[in-house]
């Protein structure tokens, strides 16, 4: 709001999270040339002391519990969001989470249990044969997942298959677990919302959904 709306009304909005955001590692079995955090199959700690080293520098902060999250770290960063009011959902990032499937599998049954929403965001590389899709989105189903966002770019596509954002969302769409798309796109790329649609073959009722 502007300083005069502020002196007019006397009131300031404050915005308060709604969900908190764990980075279960900065393992990835993609090394995209666009990641901001540096993530690769690789040279891991050394990623997450490149991300995180201004903060350890300004705040003191001991980052060798980084680069990966153990499970009672995650569950205890669970419990603190569903004793904090305003966070209503919980978002597994990485890296990718699902190679960290044990820890990731701990956190969201503990989302559940305070009846969290929750997130996970990949690249659908796990998802290689409609099969492996099935049996890896049945487990996190069970444990309560709610919404998987897949990840997809032209860089991606370096590392990951187009058949695996297939596969992957085939499987979800068979569960009550809702699908995103997180894209990137670049001027003369392949990847874009319309090339995804159409390639995925997307059913036009559900374009307009979440």
């Known amino acids: 709001e502007s300083q005069q709306q502020l002196q007019t009304t006397g ?3 404050l915005n308060r999270p709604d969900t908190l955001n764990i980075v279960l590692g900065y393992r990835c079995n993609a090394e995209c040339r666009h990641c901001c955090t540096s993530c690769g199959p690789r040279e891991e700690e050394a990623a997450a002391r490149r991300f995180l080293g201004g903060i350890g520098v300004s705040t003191g902060t001991d980052l060798d519990a980084f680069p990966q999250l153990t499970e009672q770290s995650v569950v205890e960063l669970v419990d603190l969001a569903g004793e904090t009011q ?3 959902r919980v ?3 990485g890296g990718e989470p699902i190679l960290f499937k044990p820890v990731l599998l701990a956190g ?3 989302a559940k249990r305070y009846g969290l929403a929750s997130r996970v965001v990949s690249n659908a590389s796990w ?3 409609p099969q492996a899709a099935t049996r890896i989105l049945g487990q996190l189903a069970e444990a309560g997942l709610g919404q998987l966002t897949l990840s997809c770019s032209d860089y991606h596509l370096e590392f990951v298959e187009l058949e695996c954002l297939r596969h992957a969302l085939d499987a979800a769409m068979a569960t009550d677990i809702e ?6 796109t670049r001027n003369g790329g392949q990847v874009s919302a ?6 995925l ?5 559900l374009v307009g959904r979440r």
Request: glycine share 4%; no cysteine; proline share 3%.
């Open 194 to 199: 319309e090339f995804l649609k159409d390639y």
């Open 11 to 13: 009131t300031v909005r």
């Open 179 to 184: 699908v995103g798309f997180s894209i990137i």
């Open 108 to 110: 969201l049954r503990r």
């Open 201 to 205: 073959a997307v059913p036009e009722e």
């Open 91 to 93: 978002s597994f990032t």
């Open 127 to 129: 998802a290689k044969t």
């Open 86 to 88: 305003t966070i209503s």
